[in-house]
């Protein structure tokens, strides 16, 4: 080669070249030792060396797949409006929750700012017809649920229990009166409603009588005993009380004002999750509640059990949102975090994690979905019910297991939000029914014969 072509190359290869990378490259080895020992490799070697630093210039930039917890897209499913709520919720989670959820959860205190944010959605109430509620599908109802314990449980549990269990005591068991007077109250959040049905010494055995008793006098009801684990109780408006009717020895529902003589809501300490939820132990002390104020409807705990049955579905789903949420921040910290020079994502035994949690949670989201489509048709029952209750719920604390498991020292750091769910998902365990029960009403149906204590 002339000088001229010597001199057009290195021109060529001075401007290919980044001084600045080749500056900082020369603090670190010797570059004149890095060249001789390039010049001595032969055709064989040099290909090798090429292919060696090509792969590792591509490693963790090919693109990667989105961190989606639906993995069989049945959010494809949903029509476009049901989309759009969807995604309005999951953005108003994302966006006032999850920046404050860990900071609450660790106080064991109430974001109360959150609640006119609430009301700003226009979600209270979904599934309800009339009465200023949306009128969605239960299905919606569920989606929701799961977007909510997506973020937050105990959240997702406060929403529950207002929209769900204490306006649904009074859609399906008050008279028209009370439907009209508080649920359009309660569905902008300017009223909020509990739930008071557990008490200490009777939580599975509701159904065998309680513990809490009302007795009519003139046009009142006296009401005595106590209620627990009241989620919203120690800031409601109104708390639904069920007690069982010392002449009758029937269960009757009552909507209890926080102003009413003789009610009074402790809150619970101590406790290892939902954190964020209020809880209370409710006394209720010769609690005199006007006739107007019992729900008119309600006159047996077969009508209790409506209320639990039509929530129930909506437990289910909020397990596959605590499940969901545990298992996209699991996969999104394995994509970060390297050991030995490589993501940890790309390991064979934390991707046979991640495999297990998404199957877990695939079954769980499939088996909601067709849940509240029964329910949609009116064909739910009490079984379906808590087979989705007792599989999500069991499911949920093994994905949880796992997103702690893959995240090794630091599944225990708040920071991570994953230990958070861990600790949900036993309450979610518990509540709305034990596994344990609720696989007596699934054994009871597909066997025919009770198995509980009579």
């Not at 009801?221 to 800031?235: E, P």
């Not at 009610?263 to 939902?274: G, Q, R, S, V, Y």
């Amino acid at each position: 080669m002339s000088i001229f072509g010597k001199v057009k190359n290195t021109i060529g290869l001075l401007k290919s070249i980044d001084l600045d990378a080749l500056a900082k490259l020369s603090q670190k080895v010797d570059l004149s030792q890095v060249m001789s020992a390039v010049g001595n490799l032969d055709d064989r070697q040099l290909k090798g060396l090429m292919k060696m630093l090509n792969s590792q210039a591509k490693k963790g930039q090919h693109k990667l797949p989105p961190i989606d917890g639906d993995f069989y897209n049945l959010a494809q499913k949903l029509s476009p409006e049901e989309r759009e709520l969807q995604m309005k919720m999951r953005n108003f989670m994302e966006d006032e929750v999850k920046p404050i959820a860990n900071r609450y959860w660790n106080r064991a205190e109430f974001p109360h700012e959150i609640i006119p944010k609430f009301a700003e959605l226009n979600m209270a109430g979904i599934a309800y017809k009339g009465y200023g509620c949306p009128n969605q599908s239960f299905l919606m109802e569920g989606i929701l649920a799961m977007e909510l314990a997506r973020v937050d449980v105990s959240i997702s549990t406060f929403f529950g229990v207002h929209s769900g269990l204490a306006m649904g005591s009074i859609y399906l068991c008050g008279s028209e009166e009370q439907k009209e007077y508080w649920l359009p109250k309660m569905q902008k959040f300017e009223k909020i409603g509990a739930f008071g049905l557990t008490e200490p010494e009777v939580g599975s055995g509701a159904a065998g009588g309680l513990g809490t008793t009302c007795k009519k006098d003139g046009d009142a009801w006296v009401l005595n005993g106590q209620k627990k684990w009241i989620g919203n109780a120690t800031f409601s408006d109104i708390t639904i009380i069920w007690a069982r009717d010392l002449d009758s020895g029937q269960v009757k529902g009552f909507i209890v004002r926080k102003e009413n003589p003789g009610f009074k809501a402790e809150k619970m300490e101590d406790k290892m999750a939902l954190r964020t939820v209020q809880n209370a132990l409710i006394t209720l002390t010769d609690c005199r509640v006007p006739e107007s104020d019992r729900l008119q409807n309600a006159n047996s705990f077969k009508d209790t059990a409506k209320v639990l049955q039509m929530t129930r579905a909506s437990v289910a789903w909020q397990a596959v949102g605590c499940a969901r949420g545990a298992y996209e921040a699991a996969l999104k910290y394995t994509k970060k975090r390297e050991q030995f020079g490589r993501p940890i994502a790309s390991f064979q035994l934390i991707q046979n994690h991640l495999v297990e949690m998404v199957s877990n949670l695939t079954a769980m989201q499939t088996l909601c979905f067709r849940l509240s489509e029964m329910q949609d048709g009116g064909s739910l029952t009490d079984e379906h019910a808590s087979l989705a209750k007792v599989f999500c719920s069991m499911r949920t604390r093994d994905v949880v297991s796992r997103a702690r498991e893959v995240m090794g020292g630091n599944g225990i750091l708040l920071e991570y939000d994953v230990a958070r769910f861990v600790a949900d998902a036993e309450a979610i365990y518990s509540y709305e029914g034990t596994k344990e029960i609720n696989s007596l009403i699934v054994g009871r149906a597909i066997t025919g014969y009770s198995a509980f204590v009579s």
